[in-house]
């Protein structure tokens, strides 16, 4: 192949999201995991990890999320953080705090684990369980928290920000000090997958997030040089897509519990990709040569208003996914750009207003949300 | 020099991992949710910085090293910005 904007040879991969198990204590609404989650049968075993793990330090990959579902239900993830830290890869763990005792978490850091990152739905206890549709999952954080300051990892906080927690959102920042927290990241529920089913119920109002944000901007402030805070933008608010994973097959790699191989974990959504799958191929082979992650890499693929836009290099046109849910088309502009000529479907909903009273949640289960017949 | 600076042994904390990549031909810094790309002789300073030598310690062990380099005046200054950074400890 010989295309002046893309070069034979793909930059190597830095990152890899590695989703051990779609199986989950938790039940969020908003969860990133595909609608048809992956069987428990169907999981690559432990040697199959240690061999993608070794490829992957092989072509360049330095930093590993080891997420699921809860990574904690395999239980050979010792196994798996050992393998990653043989291939030079630095291992951090993304979990619901379900699950975790003190001695697992010493079997985990003694197999190399730098850092944990705990997920959390609200500051108050019961709203945090009813959102994650688990009883005690709170106290199981708090506690989880508790033990990872004890073994000396940074630690995380992973909250999604939608209509039932975004007033909370100086409860949360002041329950992650309390925790011991490094880190605090709020993101925006992304609409796709179970975000998108559950939109109605998720959608906030525009005041909500205005509010929310000027709460987190006074903390950051307050907190500087203490607690790093990070706010992912909510895109169906702002007019400005958001730069899809650091490009289409530029930074990272998802690997679904499966083996399947994907430019981003919501990919496995857009129709026609052909995902390849690492028990069939070599994760160089995947990265470099598969069309599914030459697809949309690079610029030459765009359409109308971002092909000669001079901000297609910093958010490489948005989100796939999204502009595929929202027109069934992922080759468009996003729409969330104010740009994109489909940004009406969007701006409509930001500014309808949310649903009264809102409606029920549509739990992630496996077998809970429709699926599109194959 | 001031007297904390004699004393201070820097190393990197715990989560932090100074590794060389020989894909990209580079020294990294690699720490939760950032990789820093170390340029020019960072990554060597930093090896040095493995909590039993002092500031001056490393600056003489890199002045023998690079004898031409201005490494007397230019390493304490790049090691206290790292410190402010919390790269160092
Ligand atoms: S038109 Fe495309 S490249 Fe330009 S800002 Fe919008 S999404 Fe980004
Ligand atoms: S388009 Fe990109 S950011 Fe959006 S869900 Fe898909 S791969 Fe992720």
Known sequence: MTDASRPERPAPPWALLAELTHACPLHCPYCSNPLELARR???????????????????????????????????????????????????????????????????LTAAGLRSVQLSVQHADARANDRIAGRPSSFAAKEQAAALVRRAGLPLGLNIVLHRDNLDAVGALIELGVAWGADRIELANTQF??????????????????????????????????????????PDYFDGVAKPCMGGWGAVSLTVAPDGTVLPCPAAAALPDLAAPNVRDRSLAWIWERSPAFNRFRGTDWMT??????????????????????????????????????????????????????PPPYTYRRPGAAPVAPA | MTAPEREWCPALPPALTLRHDTVRGTDLLV??????????????????????????????????????APVATDVPLFLDRLHREGWLR
Do not use: M
Not at chain 1, 313 to 339: N, V
Not at chain 1, 348 to 353: D, K, N
Not at chain 2, 53 to 67: C, M, N, Q, S, Y
């Open chain 1, 41 to 107: 049968s169907s999981e690559l075993s432990t040697g199959e990890w240690a061999d993608v793990l070794r490829q992957a330090g092989e072509l360049g990959v330095v930093h590993t999320h080891l997420s699921g579902g809860e990574p904690l239900l395999r239980p050979d993830l010792a196994d798996i953080v050992a393998a990653a830290e043989a291939a030079g890869i630095y291992t951090q763990l993304v979990t619901s705090g379900t699950a975790l005792d003190e001695a697992r978490l010493a079997a």
């Open chain 1, 304 to 357: 109308g208003p971002c092909r000669g836009c001079p901000r297609r290099e910093e958010d490489f046109g948005g989100c796939r996914c999204q502009a595929y849910a929202l027109t069934g088309d992922p080759a468009r502009t996003d729409p969330a750009c104010a740009f994109s000529p489909d940004h009406d479907l969007v701006r409509r909903l930001s500014e309808a207003g949310p649903a009264e009273p």
């Open chain 1, 192 to 233: 796709y997958g179970w975000g998108l089913l559950n939109r109605a119920a998720l959608l906030p109002t525009r005041d909500q997030v205005t509010r929310a944000h000027e709460a987190v901007e006074d903390w950051r402030t307050r907190l500087a040089g203490q607690v790093e805070l990070i706010w992912v933008v």
């Open chain 2, 31 to 68: 720490l939760p949710e950032r990789v820093v790309v170390l340029k020019g002789h960072a990554g060597t300073v930093l090896g040095l910085c493995d909590g039993t030598r002092t500031v001056r310690g490393i600056v003489d062990a890199l002045a023998e090293r690079f004898p031409d």
